[in-house]
């Protein structure tokens, strides 16, 4: 029964993954990129839900929306001054970039926030502590539930975004083939930065859910690309399906890890990670984002 | 086409910047008898910087491989080193031998990871390279979570141990870099060129594409294993969280990133700097480390080639040749410019 408590305990855990996923597999689809930032990116969001919350005392959902237009910004200026000039510059570029911008917000946020760890855990009142006990040994965590669907709902979103919305579609034309898009009228240059700001928006989502369900600290975001990366890596590139389906295979990994040894936890994750990796598919599911 | 057209590998001033090159080097060894013991140490730290950036410019300069693991091994030459130790092996022999093993181990890991590129090949590494810091942290022997000393290095007086690990440390950089050296001055450097221009035409023409990468990423692995061994040597102590830590990646980028990406020559000005702005700004901390990301940034955007390639480019000059350089006139244009290897 305890095994059966640690699997439902990966699903809900895979849910969070998924949603700090699916900004980094959105942006993998579109640009053949993989934004090193990401997770520091996420963790930045939740320093300025933090900020909020101490100048307002409001809840972290209410600190979301109002740090999700800053983000939103910040994504579209990263894309416009940073990723787009590195595009240019052929695959190795972007990679340097982002993991350069991924060392400056680690260590601006320990300069600006001191290296103690933070949580929002209190903050977000009875939804962190709350769960369903469902017998004995199962209970069902409230935010658990609440990350996994608002990580269904994110990623339900951006597809329902990208397959019936008319600039939906033309991400979709962008990521197949810029050069013919931009032929047809579209700006691709505009289209990315849009996807950028979408992907950093999903990042502070998930951002958000990493401040209320456990601790986190500036050096925090390294292991949360990892976590994102791998969920990205096993659920097939570009897919966001797929990602949603990795996270959970990755949280799964990861309970059952810890419900052997705790300090298995990461370990047992990323063994599966190299598995797929080793595996001739590569991932679950093919890229869909431009089919 | 005629006319005279000489490809030419020398010319008087990189025969004559070798030349000075290597009588430098070997008025190197001379350093401990010098200088100070505390300066001998800071030079021990310069000499595992070009050794590192040395090593990551092979991988992704020449190879195309942008490693964010090479943490891994750094790590696992400086716990194989004490590893050793603890096993009755002397301390300096264990060095040399941890570092054969970083190279060994990377043969089988290379199977796994050189099937990618891109970003699935550099975080790929840094996955690896967490996965080879919980297994040591998980050893009591190792000192855990909590870090350990070579105690074994006691045995020497202080002045000796120090000159000992700079000898040392000397020796596996011009190993590395001779290797490296000669390596891209042979017809595998040719085939590298080929590939870091574009991998599927460099195929397309009989190049071993993954063979060509195989040779750098085992090298890599040893150089940075040594230079792992080094670090111990010339720290005394490490814990896992440092000695495997990503920011050794950062400092790697910012070298080469700086001196510039492909060079031979490049890497080795990115550590003398990284080396003076370490010794400047020794406290500086989360702003020092700011510093190193955004001058990263700055020159992988603005200035790709990095001080060096900007340098060499601009004076169509080469110091430690390992390419080719064409001359004379021709009769006819020339189509484009030939590129000069490096």
């Known amino acids: 029964m305890t095994w059966t408590n640690a699997v439902i305990q990966g699903v809900f855990l895979g849910g969070f993954y998924a949603l700090l996923a699916c900004g980094l597999s959105l942006m993998f689809g579109l640009m053949r990129i993989v934004n090193l930032a990401h997770g520091d990116i996420a963790v930045l969001g939740a320093y300025l839900i933090t900020v909020v919350l101490d100048h307002w005392g409001v809840s972290p959902f209410i600190g979301f929306v109002a740090v999700l237009p800053i983000m939103l910004a910040l994504g579209y200026l990263l894309q416009r001054v940073i990723l787009e000039r ?69 990623l339900g979103g951006l597809q329902l975004y990208l397959s019936r919305t008319p600039s939906g579609r033309r991400m979709r034309a962008t990521a197949q083939d810029p050069d013919t898009a931009e032929l047809v009228g579209i700006d691709s240059r505009s289209v990315y930065a849009w996807g950028t700001a979408i992907a950093v928006g999903t990042a502070a989502l998930a951002g958000m859910f990493l401040a209320m369900r456990s601790t986190f600290d500036p050096y925090a975001g390294s292991t949360q690309l990892i976590f994102a990366f791998e969920a990205v890596v096993i659920g097939g590139l570009g897919s966001l399906w797929g990602t949603l389906v990795g996270g959970i295979v990755l949280g799964v990994s990861q309970t059952i890890g810890a419900q052997i040894d705790p300090q298995y936890s990461v370990l047992a994750g990323d063994l599966v990670f190299l598995a797929v990796l080793a595996s001739p598919r590569g991932g679950i599911f093919r890229a869909r984002l431009a089919s | 086409m005629t006319g005279t057209l000489r490809v030419r590998r020398w010319s008087k001033l990189s025969a004559g910047f070798s030349g000075s090159f290597t009588a430098f080097v070997i008025a190197l060894i001379f350093v401990p008898v010098l200088l100070s013991e505390n300066a001998t140490a800071k030079m021990t730290t310069l000499l595992i910087l070009v050794l590192l950036a040395a090593m990551w410019n092979a991988l992704a300069g020449y190879g195309g491989l942008v490693s964010i693991g090479q943490q891994g091994f750094i790590g696992l030459g400086a716990y194989g080193t004490v590893w050793l130790c603890n096993h009755g092996m002397n301390p300096y022999q264990a060095m040399v031998v941890a570092t054969l093993f970083c190279g060994a181990i990377s043969l089988p890991v290379s199977l796994l990871v050189l099937r990618f590129r891109g970003a699935q090949f550099a975080i790929g590494m840094w996955v690896l390279a967490e996965v080879a810091a919980i297994l040591v942290s998980f050893d009591q022997s190792l000192g855990a979570g909590t870090g350990t000393s070579l105690i074994e290095l006691n045995y020497y007086s202080p002045g000796a141990r120090q000159e000992y690990t700079y000898w040392l440390t000397l020796g596996m950089a011009v190993f590395f870099l001779g290797v490296l050296f000669v390596l891209l001055r042979s017809r595998f450097g040719s085939s590298l060129q080929a590939i870091r221009d574009d991998e599927e035409a460099a195929a397309s023409v009989g190049v071993r594409v993954v063979a060509c990468k195989r040779i750098l990423f085992v090298l890599a692995a040893a150089g940075c294993g040594g230079a792992g061994a080094m670090t111990l040597a010339n720290t005394l102590f490490i814990e896992p969280t440092s000695i495997f830590g990503v920011n050794w990646t950062a400092y790697m980028v910012f070298m080469v990133l700086v001196g510039g990406l492909g060079t031979f020559e490049g890497p080795i000005i990115g550590a003398v700097v990284l080396f003076l702005i370490q010794n400047h700004y020794s406290s500086g901390g989360a702003w020092y480390l700011v510093g190193l990301g955004v001058a990263s940034m700055l020159f992988a955007l603005l200035l790709p080639r990095g001080l060096w390639g900007t340098v060499r480019d601009r004076f169509k000059i080469q110091l430690l040749p390992v390419g080719h350089q064409l001359s004379g006139v021709a009769s006819t244009p020339i189509p484009a410019p030939a590129e000069e290897a490096s």
């Open chain 1, 86 to 154: 590195s595009l240019r510059s052929g695959v190795l570029v972007p990679l340097l970039t982002t993991f350069g911008l991924a060392i400056v917000i680690q260590n601006l946020l320990l300069e600006k926030f001191s290296p103690d760890v933070r949580s929002l855990g209190g903050d977000a009142g009875w939804i962190t502590t709350a769960s369903w006990q469902i017998t004995n040994q199962v209970s069902i965590p409230a935010i658990g539930a609440l990350a996994l669907v608002v990580a269904i709902a994110t």
